[in-house]
């Protein structure tokens, strides 16, 4: 049972124009969500999150924005640049055994032409 | 700051083979998690540990797989007999500490993998 889900593997989108990738989840338990970038043969980087609190987190050309009601959060990259192509991966954080622990989905691999 | 350590990068392995992999966490951090990371999916936890104690381990498969983190800091995995089902990349992450009040404190980073490849 997937908890967490990115639906299009893959995205292609120009340089300087806006990358939208897009996550769903199922667990209500869920408390924060954060989105991962990980380029290949390195360990995923924590980019972003975002409290379950609030429908809007941004760190400059990043931002999430979370609809709880629909369980859909999204991650806007404006513009893009070459160098954020990499592979994507939407996480969700809920406290189990006294801890948060991250559930993450299978990623989207994003490519920005040049 | 010096990130997640681990080694080593790569690994192949004939079945019913024992490996090991070791992670050195950024230092001062408390909690340790070990996971597991299958082509074309999505990073899945092994196991957590907080200092030296396991917090959670249900998703191990522990009749092959076993971990410790002795004295708190280093940490290693291990797996004996491996199957051809264990090929993926194992992925060590580290954070502050568990179970704090912001997910600022309880960020994870993450180590560049060991990638393991039975045949």
Known sequence: ?114 | EAGVAQSPRYKIIEKRQSVAFWCNPISGHATLYWYQQILGQGPKLLIQFQNNGVVDDSQLPKDRFSAERLKGVDSTLKIQPAKLEDSAVYLCASSLQAGGLTVGTDTQYFGPGTRLTVL
């Open chain 1, 1 to 114: 049972d997937q908890q967490v889900k990115q639906n299009s593997p893959s995205l292609s989108v120009q340089e300087g124009r806006i990358s939208i990738l897009n996550c769903d989840y199922t667990n209500s338990m869920f408390d924060y969500f954060l989105w991962y970038k990980k380029y290949p043969a390195e360990g995923p980087t924590f980019l972003i999150s975002i409290s379950s609190i609030k429908d809007k987190n941004e760190d400059g050309r990043f931002t999430v924005f979370l609809n709880k009601s629909a369980k859909h959060l999204s991650l806007h990259i404006v513009p893009s640049q070459p160098g954020d192509s990499a592979v994507y991966f939407c996480a969700a954080s809920a406290r189990k055994a006294g801890s948060y622990q991250l559930t993450f989905g299978k990623g989207t691999k994003l490519s920005v032409i040049p």
